[in-house]
């Protein structure tokens, strides 16, 4: 019990300390708003890696086993898988809604410093995911088990996506089977690295190219879509992510990874019995 109420006030401690600095720090003085969204993404990243940096140090002082982050495990085979399963999560899901009539393209717009907008966006997904999947998750794992930290880190997830509610179901089931299936991947690859990518493809193509994706209100688009039809399958107001095909999207991929995973540890097994066989 005693361990429990210690990693919960841990784990408020370090989300609340973090949102308190955040609220503090400067707001960029610059008129332009790609800059300003920049700055705006920058500084919660900086917290956060500063958040992560003082609480795994502070396991070492006080004489405890420090948590593995994962954050720079298998670097290649992480950016490989996430481009690749990044690609396939967003094309079966815009696929999807193409087919089905509830996604039209209408247009571009001029966009001014649009590598800066998707830098933006990138920073924002990669707080994100050293918030969820950083050090909280890791600490919950270390210290109960993965469901614990499963569970815990989904709330948190889900909690900073709270306008799903407001939404309707699968606007919510579509915030809470994405997380899981980032919390998968990230289990499968061994690295926050893959997760990291597949977010930030879904959030920057999905987001700032096809304007389908809900970031702060000042990302613009590339292209002009328009999401139309039965509100299940276009989303509606949510547009992509309250389509019940993302849904169906992320069910499907969270399925592939979890039965690749038992694979992958039955071929680890395997292997191991066979070198034990050998010595004997």
């Not at 990693?7 to 408020?12: D, G, N, Y």
């Not at 996604?103 to 990669?126: D, K, Q, R, Y």
């Not at 690295?191 to 700032?208: D, K």
């Not at 879509?225 to 276009?234: A, E, K, M, Y």
């Amino acid at each position: 019990m005693k361990k429990t109420v210690l990693t919960v006030m841990k784990f408020i401690g370090f989300f609340l300390g973090w949102a308190i600095f955040v609220a503090v720090l400067p707001l960029s003085s610059s008129k332009n708003p790609a800059i300003w969204r920049l700055w705006a993404e920058l500084m919660p990243l900086l917290a956060i890696i500063l958040f992560t940096l003082i609480f795994w140090f502070m396991e070492k002082k006080i004489g405890k086993k420090k948590v593995r982050l994962h954050l720079f495990d298998h670097p290649v085979n992480g950016l490989l898988l996430g481009v690749l399963a990044g690609a396939a999560w967003l094309g079966v899901s815009v696929l999807g809604m193409y087919l089905s009539g509830s996604i039209h393209m209408e247009g571009t717009n001029s966009i001014h410093l649009f590598p800066v907008w998707l830098t933006a966006a990138f920073l924002n997904v990669v707080m994100q995911e050293l918030l969820v999947r950083g050090y909280l998750y890791q600490m919950v794992k270390q210290k109960h088990n993965i469901i614990a930290a499963t569970i815990a880190t989904t709330v948190l997830f889900t909690a900073l996506h709270g306008g799903a509610f407001e939404a309707g179901i699968i606007p919510v089931c579509n915030v809470l089977t994405m997380s899981l299936l980032m919390t998968i991947v990230l289990e499968y690859s061994g690295s926050i690295i893959a997760p990291t990518i597949m977010h930030f493809l879904w959030n920057g193509i999905g987001a700032v190219v096809l304007g389908g994706v809900s970031l702060a209100e000042d990302y613009p688009s590339l292209f002009m879509t328009s999401f139309t039809g039965n509100d299940i399958l276009s989303g509606g107001a949510c547009k992509m992510e309250g389509s019940i095909i993302v849904f169906f999207a992320n069910v499907i991929l969270m399925a592939l990874f979890i039965m690749a995973g038992f694979r992958k540890k039955t071929r680890s097994s395997v292997y191991m019995n066979g070198l034990n066989g050998g010595k004997l």
